[in-house]
């Protein structure tokens, strides 16, 4: 099953908060939590889950030497987990159909989509490009959840 509508309202209980869990190079686990939210593939238009990720960050390291990525909301007692592969967009990860415009918007649409909302968004602009701010999207292969 790869319906990820259940992972998106779960999002919504909890800020758009979840664990990402990656794999380092050694087989251990690093796991951060992250705000997240679920959208639009923007070349597929598959629904994947979408998360920032500040460049430089030891998650971008990882998810470079190995896409496979897990995900985990919560609320209360109900959790439910993504299993995928990730790709990364951004300044150090450039690809052919997205320009920085593109990305620019990109970064706008994960942090809308993981309920976020901005006063001044040409400080966020500014703030994502000094940052070097990547879109991870996370393609889902495996969802599933507690019964509930």
């Not at 919560?74 to 951004?90: L, P």
Request: with cysteine; glycine share 8%; aromatic share 6%.
């Amino acid at each position: 099953m790869t319906d990820v509508s259940a992972f998106a309202d779960m999002l919504s209980r909890d800020h758009g908060l979840c664990v990402l869990s990656t794999l380092r190079r050694d087989g251990s686990i690093q796991s951060s939590v992250v705000n997240a939210g679920v959208m639009a593939h923007p070349r597929t238009g598959e629904s994947v889950v979408a998360l920032v990720a500040v460049g430089g960050a030891r998650k971008l390291q990882y998810l470079r030497a190995d896409p496979r990525a897990t995900v985990v909301a919560r609320a209360g007692w109900q959790w439910v987990t993504v299993e995928g592969t990730t790709e990364i967009i951004g300044p150090d990860d450039p690809t052919p159909d997205t320009d920085a415009e593109g990305l620019r918007l990109l970064l706008r649409a994960i942090f809308e989509a993981a309920g976020g909302t901005h006063d001044d968004w040409d400080t966020y602009d500014r703030v994502m490009r000094e940052e070097r701010r990547a879109a991870v999207l996370i393609s889902p292969t495996r969802v599933y959840s507690n019964p509930g």
